[in-house]
C-alpha cells in the first residue's frame, strides 16, 4: 500500500508515518505546493492523508465528485480538529472517503487501515464485477450493433428485391409494401398501409380462394402457393403467381404472412396464344394428314392406273416391259431360269368384225380373267396390246412353262363366251442358265415360237427350242 502524507507546519503527521514505518506501508511525505506541481502523479498513491485546511487548496480533479470515478481514485482522509457531522457530510459531498479528528492515536490509524483493507477488498471485487459488466455490456451493444444492421440489410433486401413483396397481419392488414409492389400493383406504401387486402385490390372470383390459402398458411403453418388475378390501380388485370410464407415475432408467436408475387401476365398470354396456335396447328396437321393419305391414295390409284389395263384389269405392256428387265436381271444374277409366254386370241378381228367390239371386249376381259385364275399365285399376266397377252413365270423350266401353257390354251377353249368359243395360239421361251443375253431375246424367241402355232394350225402351244428340234427332224 502507498501512503501519502500531505505535511504542512500547522499538522504533525509523524504518528501516522511512525505507525505507516511499522506495518511496513510505504509511506510518502509531500507539501501542498509539492502537490499541487505534481497533481498528475495523485492517482498512483492507494491512500491520501491531508489536513481540513490543505483540502480546502487540494485539486478537486482527482477526487471521485462523481460516483463512476469511485473505483479510480485513492482512499481520501481528512484530519478535521473539529467534530462537528455538518463538517463531515461536506467534505465526503466533496469526494472525501473518510474524516479523523484530531488528536491522532495510533488506534485511531489501525482502525483506519483495517477499514482501507475493508474497503479495498471491496474495491477489488467491484472492479472485477465492473470489468464483466463491462464486457457483457459490449458484447450486448456489439449484439444489438449487429442486429441493427441485420434489420438494416433485411430492410434494403426487402425493399430492393426484384419481386414484388408485402406483409399483412393475421387478419390481412397490410403493413410493408416494397418497391417492386408499387410497380406491380400500382399502390404507393402509404397508400395500401393498414388497408386489408381482400378489401381492394383483389378481384371478386379470387377472394375466396385466396382466403382459404391464407388461413391454410396460418393453420398449418407453412408456404402455399397460389396463382390469382388482381386489379392495379389503373384499372388494369394481371395474373400474379404468389407464395403466402408466416411470420413470426418473439417466442416463435404468429405475427403475419409476407406475400411474394411475379406478375405473369405475359407469360399467361404467350401460353393462351401458344395453345391458340398449337389448336391451329393441330387442324392444319389434321388437315394435312388427311390431304397426304388422299395425295397418297390418288398416286397409288394412278400408278395402278398407268400400270393396269382398264378393259381386263391385269397389267399393262407399260409394267411388262419394266417387269421383264427387273425379272431377267435378277436370274441372270442368280443365273436361274425363267420362263415367257405370249398368248393371241384366234382370229379374233373376225369376231369383232362379226358380232361388234362390244363383243370383243367382253372375250378380252374373258380371257384375262382365265390368266388371273390359271398363272401361279408368283407369276404375272400381262395385256400386251390388242387381242395379245404375256405371262411372265419367274424360276420356271421348259417342261413347267409348257404345262402351264396348256393348262391356259385349254381353260380359253372350254371358257363359254356369248356367241361362240374362241381359242388362243400360244409361244413359249425360256431363258436357260448361262445364257448371257438380255430380255429382248426371251421375247423375240417367244414371239417367234407365237407365230410358229398360228402358221401350224393355231389353238396349239409351241415352245421356241422345239422350233429348231421339228426342223432338225425334218432336214434328217
Not at 392 to 402: K, Q
Request: net charge neutral.
Amino acid at each position: 500500500m502507498k501512503i501519502l502524507l500531505i505535511e504542512n507546519e500547522k499538522n504533525n503527521l509523524s504518528m501516522f508515518s511512525k505507525t505507516c514505518s511499522e506495518l511496513e506501508y510505504k509511506c510518502f511525505r509531500l507539501s501542498m505546493d509539492e502537490v499541487i506541481l505534481c497533481s498528475s502523479t495523485l492517482l498512483e498513491y492507494d491512500l491520501i492523508v491531508l489536513s481540513e485546511e490543505d483540502f480546502a487548496s487540494f485539486p478537486k480533479e482527482y477526487l471521485f465528485i462523481k460516483k463512476e470515478q469511485m473505483l479510480e481514485c485513492p482512499y481520501y482522509v481528512v484530519l478535521k480538529k473539529s467534530t462537528s457531522i455538518k463538517n463531515s457530510f461536506s467534505c465526503h459531498d466533496q469526494g472525501v472517503h473518510e474524516c479523523i479528528s484530531f488528536p491522532i492515536s495510533k488506534k485511531k490509524i489501525l482502525d483506519l487501515f483495517s477499514r482501507y483493507q475493508t474497503y479495498s477488498k471491496l474495491r477489488k471485487i467491484a472492479i472485477e464485477y465492473k470489468d464483466k459488466n463491462d464486457s457483457k455490456n459490449k458484447k450486448i451493444t456489439h449484439i444489438q450493433n449487429l442486429m441493427d444492421e441485420a434489420n438494416d440489410r433485411f430492410s434494403n433486401l426487402f425493399h430492393e428485391l426484384p419481386i414484388a413483396c408485402f406483409t399483412t397481419d393475421v387478419s390481412g392488414n397490410i403493413y410493408e409494401w416494397n418497391q417492386e409492389s408499387e410497380y406491380v400493383y400500382g399502390y404507393l406504401a402509404h397508400e395500401v398501409f393498414g388497408k386489408n387486402i381482400y378489401d381492394f385490390m383483389i378481384t371478386e372470383e379470387y377472394r375466396e380462394y385466396l382466403l382459404h390459402h391464407s388461413n391454410k398458411c396460418l393453420e398449418k403453418l407453412t408456404r402455399c402457393k397460389m396463382e390469382y388475378v388482381v386489379q392495379s390501380k389503373d384499372g388494369n388485370f394481371k395474373n400474379v403467381l404468389s407464395y403466402m410464407i408466416p411470420l413470426y415475432a418473439q417466442h416463435k408467436k404468429l405475427s403475419g404472412i409476407m406475400i411474394a408475387s411475379i406478375d405473369i401476365t405475359r407469360q399467361k398470354k404467350l401460353e393462351q396464344e401458344l395453345k391458340r396456335q398449337f389448336v391451329q396447328n393441330l387442324d392444319y396437321t389434321v388437315e394435312l394428314e388427311i390431304n397426304k393419305n388422299r395425295l397418297k391414295k390418288a398416286n397409288s390409284e394412278l400408278k395402278t392406273l398407268s400400270t393396269t389395263d382398264e378393259l381386263t384389269g391385269i397389267k399393262n405392256h407399260r409394267s411388262f416391259k419394266q417387269i421383264l428387265k427387273d425379272i431377267h436381271e435378277k436370274h441372270e444374277y442368280l443365273d436361274d431360269q425363267y420362263s415367257l409366254m405370249m398368248v393371241d386370241i384366234d382370229f379374233f378381228k373376225k369376231y369383232n368384225d362379226t358380232f361388234g367390239h362390244p363383243a370383243g371386249d367382253k372375250v378380252l376381259k374373258n380371257v384375262g380373267l382365265v390368266l388371273k385364275n390359271i398363272v401361279r399365285s408368283h407369276d404375272y399376266p400381262f395385256r400386251y396390246g390388242g387381242e395379245e397377252f404375256s405371262v411372265i413365270l419367274p424360276f420356271t423350266s421348259e417342261e413347267e412353262s409348257m404345262e402351264v401353257a396348256s393348262r391356259i390354251r385349254k381353260a380359253i377353249e372350254e371358257c363359254r363366251q356369248e356367241h361362240r368359243f374362241v381359242t388362243v395360239s400360244i409361244g413359249v421361251a425360256t431363258r436357260k442358265k448361262g445364257e448371257r443375253s438380255d430380255g429382248s431375246l426371251v421375247l423375240s424367241q417367244a414371239d417367234q415360237a407365237l407365230y410358229f402355232s398360228k402358221r401350224n394350225g393355231r389353238n396349239c402351244v409351241t415352245h421356241y427350242h422345239s422350233i429348231f428340234d421339228s426342223t432338225l427332224d425334218s432336214v434328217s
